[in-house]
């Protein structure tokens, strides 16, 4: 596609309930990023893939975050056992290269947990 | 870890000169980056510097970087209603396992008539 895909815009989940956010990035990308913005922050490093492999999950704010990517393409991020902190603004980013000096950013998805 | 710091708000008059602040600590930081974000879109890159260079112009915009001082600021020159966003502040650290952009805080810019 023309640019990094991210969907959906916007979810509403209850507390307690699982999510699932979805990245389609730049085709022929192969380094991937997720970030989280929370409301009034700077961007939360989570994840990021090199081809379908995740090498640094540190980021992870806890067990109750995964991610994977299947394909060297589409990318998951799940969300267990939601929680009002997660409300948030989850990012994906694409770049051509893990390093590459440019990186695009998709119009992320906004995360409202009631 | 990297800390890049930069301050929150800035209001500027329509047609005058912005210039955004930011400041870094990991001094072997490879590349400097701006990024916009206008109300409810993603990051827009507007523009990088990698570290060799001082400055890089492109059309409205400057960046300049002060390695001494780990000090990067962008200038938007004849500032528009249109450049009203945040301004994000990131780098790529330089350490060998590095591979993800950290990013400030942002800048939120309003411009004043």
Known sequence: GAGVSQSPSNKVTEKGKDVELRCDPISGHTALYWYRQSLGQGLEFLIYFQGNSAPDKSGLPSDRFSAERTGGSVSTLTIQRTQQEDSAVYLCASSLALGDPEAFFGQGTRLTVV | ???????????????????????????????????????????????????????????????????????????IADTQT?????????????????SKIIFGSGTRLSIRP
């Open chain 2, 1 to 75: 870890g990297e800390d890049v710091e930069q301050s929150l708000f800035l209001s500027v008059r329509e047609g005058d000169s912005s210039v955004i602040n930011c400041t870094y600590t990991d001094s072997s930081s490879t590349y400097l980056y701006w990024y916009k974000q206008e109300p409810g879109a993603g990051l827009q890159l507007l523009t990088y510097i990698f570290s060799n260079m001082d400055m890089k112009q492109d059309q409205r915009l400057t960046v300049l970087l002060n390695k001494k001082d780990k000090h990067l600021s962008l200038r």
């Open chain 2, 82 to 98: 249109g450049d009203s966003a945040i301004y994000f502040c990131a780098v790529l650290p330089g350490y060998s396992s590095a």
